[in-house]
């Protein structure tokens, strides 16, 4: 099929190379300039690193495999230390930070680069005879059998699907990536909650620490003439490293900052319609449990899975484009409904309360490794395994 993708992100282009290694025309469309991406480093899940597998994508050396993440109160109380490395052991895989621009090269390795063009705005998509169209700001258009909206947040697809903007939670995130000399634990991630907000320091790999500061967020927001002090003010003296942080930290280092968390679940679209939605433009959700990629990723399996069958009249839509469209999105709301709902709690809490909560390490262990088994797809997983064992065998024959 001609299938065209709008976003060339981390989602998008996960869908465009695995839609291109099962043999589908793919189009890359792109408004930016270049396909550089913004912002700091990602969490990538076991859930997550099965479909980077499944795609051919090399993570050996990216980033850093994490072993920990420890969880404090702002004065110092431990809260619960979480075993990530045996919730990777559990699902197989691996916890791994890894910085966003190393993952997208990782992902674009060996992806043609004719397949992608930039300065490409979409303004309009129309339902054709023969599938959709999508028009662009420059006069241009392009027709194929499918539109995949994996453009963000603030997804011009989505809008021009129908679908309802995504809502505001009431925080943000001040973050970014900075070059620390001396990680004192290379592999442990540490997080921290207080009253008024939470804050973040999970180390990405080499001398590359991601932070972030958690505030409450309204969308009449003015933004501070000096952002770092008001930083500083809410989160100085919470850990030696929070503090040695906020000394290296200046204005410039947020100048892209706030990002403010969103949410929406998966729309319904048109039972006839051959647009579909993926990632962030899909099912935005706020970092909490720092999902959002590995989401996207498995968007990228269960629409494959979806795609795949329709020549052979599989039970995914009955055969037709429309219904494996609707199998998909149908498949992805039930597993993303509990995740989205968990992200969007609040994570700061009185301190009264803090100051008398301690869960179990292997209790809190135990219910993320049920969390990610429970929409990680593990049979659709094994049934891409068998497809692409299955391809390589016919290929060597």
């Not at 300039?33 to 997550?48: E, F, K």
């Not at 892209?256 to 968390?261: I, L, R, T």
Request: proline share 5%.
């Amino acid at each position: 099929m001609k299938i065209l993708v709008v976003g060339a992100g981390a989602g998008g282009i996960s869908a465009a190379r695995g839609l291109l290694r099962d043999g589908h025309d793919v189009s890359v469309f792109e408004q930016r300039s270049d396909t550089r991406p913004g912002g700091g480093a990602v969490t990538i899940w076991p859930n997550g690193a099965t479909v980077l597998q499944q795609l051919g994508v090399d993570m050996d050396g990216a980033g850093q495999v994490l072993s920990t993440v420890r969880i404090a109160t702002s004065a110092g109380r431990s809260l619960v230390n979480i075993d990530v490395r045996a919730i990777a052991d559990r699902l197989g895989g691996y916890v791994r930070m890894v910085p966003r621009r190393v993952l997208l090269d990782r992902l674009l390795a060996d992806f043609p680069a004719d397949r992608i063009r930039c300065n490409s705005r979409a303004v309009a998509v129309v339902d054709t005879p023969e599938g959709v169209r999508i028009e662009f700001e420059d006069g241009g258009h392009a027709e194929g059998d499918v539109l995949i909206g994996a453009d963000g947040l603030h997804s011009t697809v989505r809008h021009l699907a129908g679908a309802k903007p995504a809502e505001p939670t009431g925080w943000c995130s001040w973050q970014g990536l900075i070059t620390m000399p001396h990680i004192a634990e290379s592999a442990a991630a540490v997080q921290i909650i207080g009253a008024q907000g939470s804050l973040g320091l999970w180390p990405a790999g080499g001398c590359d620490l991601q932070w972030w500061f958690d505030l409450k967020w309204t969308p009449d927001f003015v933004r501070p003439e000096r952002p770092i002090d008001v930083i500083r003010s809410n989160f100085a003296g919470w850990s030696e490293a929070v503090d040695d942080v906020l000394a290296r930290l200046t204005d410039d280092d947020l100048a892209a900052s706030p990002f403010p968390h969103f949410r929406h679940p998966i729309p319904r679209a048109s039972r006839s319609s051959a647009v579909t939605l993926l990632g962030d433009a899909a099912h935005t959700m706020p970092p909490v449990l720092a999902q959002g990629t590995n989401q996207a990723l498995l968007d990228t399996m269960v629409l494959r899975q979806a795609l795949s069958g329709l020549h052979a009249g599989s039970e995914h839509g009955n055969g037709d484009l429309p219904g494996a469209l609707r199998w998909y999105e149908k498949t992805r709301r039930r597993r993303l409904a509990a995740v989205s709902w968990t992200a969007s709690r609040p994570v700061s809490q009185n301190e009264r309360v803090l100051r008398y909560a301690r869960i179990p390490d292997s209790l809190a262990t135990w219910v993320i490794t049920v969390l990610l088994r429970s929409t990680s797809h593990r049979r659709i997983a094994a049934d891409v395994d068998r497809d692409l064992c299955r391809r390589v065998v016919t290929t060597r024959r």
